[in-house]
């Protein structure tokens, strides 16, 4: 596969391993609010090459958490901060490249927790892998219940009401 970079093929072999055969939509991040995902059994969110903001990438997953039903399995690939300094090195300098314009900005980027993003927008994480010598991480989880949180701060599951305060009332 010439022209297709090393992270993207070891990505793309570790999705089809976790996933199985079949036709996974790869999407950029930005095509994710233009993209059609309602009959989608897995799609692939690729955030590697773009530097959202947290709140832009809550705002985004939320949105797909909602436009997506109950059971679909999402996998997030995005950069990743290495532990081994050489590593760490690679991913600030290397391929792929960390959008940023100085090393602090990069490696602030470096930092971004998908997984708990992707947790918080409805979706249970169920494994995170690396790939590239840790420079890319590859994040599967699965949309759980659909939910809404109204405006009182309880959560609707299904239907039923929740309220987020303690168990005992106080």
């Known amino acids: 596969m010439r022209g297709v970079p090393r992270w993207r093929r070891e990505a793309e072999t ?14 950029g991040w930005d095509a994710l609010a233009a993209s059609r995902v309602d009959r989608a059994a897995a ?15 809550a705002q985004a997953l939320s949105a797909l958490a909602a436009r997506t039903p109950a059971g679909v ?3 997030v690939v ?5 532990r081994q300094l050489v590593a ?4 600030l300098f290397g391929a792929p490249r960390v959008p940023g314009g100085w090393p602090s900005a990069r490696w602030r980027r ?17 494994r995170l892998r690396l790939v590239a010598d840790e420079r890319v991480q590859v ?14 701060g309880s959560t609707t599951v299904d239907g039923t009401q929740r309220s987020r305060g303690p168990k005992n009332g106080y």
């Open 110 to 126: 470096l930092a971004d927790p998908s997984a708990r993003a992707a947790q918080a927008a409805g979706f249970r994480v169920e």
């Open 43 to 57: 799609l692939v969110v690729s955030v590697v090459g773009h530097a959202p903001s947290p709140a832009e990438r």
């Open 139 to 152: 994040v599967l989880a699965t949309r759980t219940r659909s939910s809404a949180v109204n405006d009182q």
């Open 88 to 91: 760490t090195l690679r991913a």
């Open 14 to 27: 570790l999705v089809a391993a976790e996933l199985g055969p079949g036709d996974v939509p790869w999407i």
């Open 73 to 75: 399995r999402l996998v």
């Open 78 to 82: 995005d950069h990743n901060r290495p």
